[in-house]
């Protein structure tokens, strides 16, 4: 079983940055494509940004990529995302979630996931 603890989410000012983590634990002896999505109040879920279980492959929301970093340390088995210049339409429950893939493979649709972590609350005031 794989196992997921989002972390660093808060309450920020528009213009402020914050850096949430993904620690990956239990059965990781494969490798794992990781995603971090997001789901604001009334809204769908929507994909933030995803990273390829070597962390060559790369992807972020075109709206986002000025913004929003996404890397990983697999030594640490943590997966990070740089968030920048928050605003408060970045409002939402934040969610990284794994699925065991090749060591190259980006995976975007959230539903091939198949772990998923708790979550981790970000609100941005204006």
């Known amino acids: 079983q794989v196992r997921l603890v989002e972390s660093g989410g808060g309450l920020v000012q528009a213009g402020d940055s914050l850096r949430l983590s993904c620690t990956v634990s239990?059965?990781?002896?494969?490798?794992?494509?990781v995603g971090w999505f997001r789901q604001a109040p009334g809204k769908d879920r929507e994909t933030v940004a995803a990273i390829s279980g070597d962390g060559s492959g790369k992807f972020v929301q075109y709206t986002l990529k000025d913004r929003f970093t996404i890397s990983r340390d697999n030594a640490k088995n943590t997966v990070s995302l740089q968030m920048k210049k928050l605003q408060p339409d970045d409002t939402a429950l934040f969610y990284c979630?794994?699925?065991?893939?090749?060591?190259?493979?980006?995976?975007?649709?959230?539903?091939?996931?198949?772990?998923w972590g708790q979550g981790t609350q970000v609100t941005v005031a204006s």
């Open positions: 979630a794994a699925i065991e893939a090749t060591a190259t493979g980006l995976i975007t649709q959230s539903t091939r996931y198949d772990y």
């Open positions: 239990g059965r990781t002896g494969s490798y794992y494509a």
